[in-house]
């Protein structure tokens, strides 16, 4: 089984959602044949590589949002991270471009480090006030989950991933992905949002059920054996 997962470094709600899927993948038996793969998505592509202001001026300022909405919404968003064991700090948190985090991701990925990458980022970004634009703590950050610090320089120098960034994007498009977190489940069960475990549970169960039917297996010439049921046993 083959889990897409198009998700934001700067999204809140992707990491609480990477956390209840955890729980419900962790419950599931067969865990080890599933796949999962992050794919990249921008909630703001326009956003330059250092924003001079804190989250709150952000959203207020460039989405026209009310300043206390944004911090009810804050307010709202810690408490249900808090229920996923998550820390946010919405007050520390540097406004920054996504996309080289992303090209990060694509390098982690080539070397089956992506889910480490993808958890080091997400709690740097929220619960520790880093700034994911910036090369150096993207190197760092890469380094500590085992890439070499020159190849992650390179690949981001080169814009080695870039395509594969771009090319992310317009799978969501074609896909009809107006939002994230967002899950693809062998490209036939989407998910939007950061659901509870339990329907993310209920989602693989069914998934697997669909791809590996029970078969039965009879003796030649016969259609079943000899069964007990509610009202009794065959004779």
């Known amino acids: 089984m083959k889990i897409e997962i198009w998700s934001d470094v700067a999204c809140p709600w992707c990491y609480i959602g990477k956390r ?9 038996p067969h865990r080890d044949s599933v796949e999962v793969q992050w794919r990249s998505y921008q909630l703001d592509p326009t956003l330059p590589e250092h924003y001079d202001g804190t989250e709150l001026s952000y959203l ?11 911090a009810g919404m804050f307010a709202h968003v810690t408490e249900q991270a ?78 080695r991933y870039a395509d ?11 896909l009809g992905v107006s939002g994230v977190p967002f899950f693809v489940i062998d490209r036939k069960y989407g998910i939007s949002g950061a659901q509870p475990s339990e329907l993310f549970a209920q989602a693989l169960d069914e998934a697997w059920q669909e791809a590996n039917p029970l078969t039965m297996v009879a003796a030649a010439g016969t259609d079943a054996g000899e069964v007990c049921g509610p009202d009794g046993c065959a004779i």
Request: glycine letters at 10%.
């Open 164 to 174: 594969d960034v771009r090319h992310d994007f317009a799978e969501a498009r074609a």
């Open 20 to 28: 209840r899927f955890e729980t419900a993948l962790k419950a599931f």
């Open 82 to 159: 808090a229920g996923e064991g998550l820390d946010y700090k919405f007050d520390g948190v540097v406004v920054a471009n996504s996309f080289n985090a992303h090209q990060l991701l694509h390098l982690a990925a080539a070397h089956g480090k992506a889910d480490a990458v993808k958890e080091a980022l997400l709690s740097a970004h929220f619960e520790h006030g880093e700034d994911i634009g910036s090369r150096e703590f993207l190197v760092r950050t890469g380094a500590a989950a085992g890439l070499d610090a020159a190849e992650i320089n390179e690949a981001l120098v080169t814009d």
């Open 60 to 70: 207020a300022g460039r989405k026209g949002m009310d300043p206390a909405q944004v």
